[in-house]
């Protein structure tokens, strides 16, 4: 029986290796995929950090170039510096889209910035017409404009349908067609068709519109790279909970059809000294009998005599 035991456990121990195996395996992916998990969070909250630093910069370089374009001798430098300054800054933004986790994040991150170059296009735009168009920046504000226009064109067919439904309620708006007719006329060096308080309302309306979409937009991409995060978390105690259970199976497996092999029993030859039987103390050894004589030499014996 010592001998089954033992070809039992070894055989026992053997099938332990393979589950050690996979429960080592199990530990390593989950370690992994949770690590994988973590490092998603982090990037789409440095991303969301990064988007809200981008846009409170843009504002302020944005206030900054219109108080600059307010002397007219520094026009033209004050326009360019400080517009080089701000695609700088969205370009920044735009390195922190390409890091995504994924390609759709990576996406809808590069969507977002560039939803704030429209926003960013249609206010220095904006700041040139106030500041009042000559020969040189009547071509600046040329070009912002149709960049703008068509980049926001562009980008309607890559928007979710809620970021579809906002464009078309800026584009179909009353404000955006009253600041359309503005810019036109200011490109064509013609009067305002409209009063200036009527274009500075229209041209505020807009603004904010294309701001709260690029918001939107931010956001969604945020929360999409959130949600692949916890996919991912999800998936990694998922596999490791199913390999674990794997483990926990083949032991039990293994232990039932070791219970059923047979096993031959060698038994072990173990020497023995057989003990002789006492005898009671109160009884005797009888006393020895003479040995019976030769029957032939009992005849001569007979014969001498007579």
Known sequence: MKYLRSVRGRMLGIAFVPGVALVVVALVIAAFLIHQADRTREQATETAAAADRTARAVVSLQAQRGEAMATPDHRAS????????????????????????????????????????????????????????????????????????????????????????????????????????????????????????????????VSQQLGVLYSRQSQYAVQLTLDDGRRTLAGALAASTAILLSAVLLLVVVRRLVARVPVPVVPIMVPTVRTAIP????????????????????????LRRR
């Not at 960049?147 to 926001?152: D, E, F, K, N, S």
């Not at 005898?279 to 007979?302: I, L, N, Q, Y």
């Open 78 to 205: 004050a326009y360019a510096i400080f517009t080089q300054r701000i695609d700088t800054t969205i370009a920044g933004l735009r390195d922190y889209a390409r890091r995504a986790p994924d390609a759709e994040s990576a996406y809808q991150q590069t969507t977002a910035v560039d939803l704030l170059c429209v926003a960013e296009g249609m206010y220095r735009a904006d700041s040139l017409a106030l500041a009042g168009l000559d020969s040189v920046t009547r071509r600046s504000f040329t070009t912002a404009v149709a960049a703008y226009r068509a980049q926001l064109a562009q980008l309607s067919g890559q928007l979710t349908e809620t970021g579809r439904e906002a464009y078309e309620s800026i584009t179909r708006s009353a404000e955006w067609s009253t600041l359309a007719a503005v810019e036109d006329a200011l490109i064509a060096a013609e009067p305002l068709p409209i009063p200036e308080s009527t274009w500075r309302s229209a041209a505020y309306s």
């Open 279 to 302: 005898r009671p103390r109160h009884t005797r050894s009888p006393e020895p009998r003479a040995p019976e004589p030769w029957p032939k030499k009992a005849v001569f014996e007979d």
